[in-house]
């Protein structure tokens, strides 16, 4: 297993209703859980950046960076 260190920048725009927010915001912390449980995330930080931007960096395990792109690309958050 490779260790990768991830930086999502997430920016809502500001026409999505604040409920899809949540709900997509609640189905993320669902999916990392899974990640964490399953030994790929490691750890998260999170940093705010103001008006609807943050930064999330994330350490992740993988076999391989295809593995991480697959896993990356199934988070709720992802688009």
Known sequence: MMEFLVQFDVDVPDDVAESEVDDRERAEAAAAETLADEGHLVR???????????????LYRAGSEAELDGLLGALPLYE
């Open 44 to 58: 998260l930080w999170k940093a705010s950046g103001g008006t609807g931007r943050t930064t999330v960096l994330g």
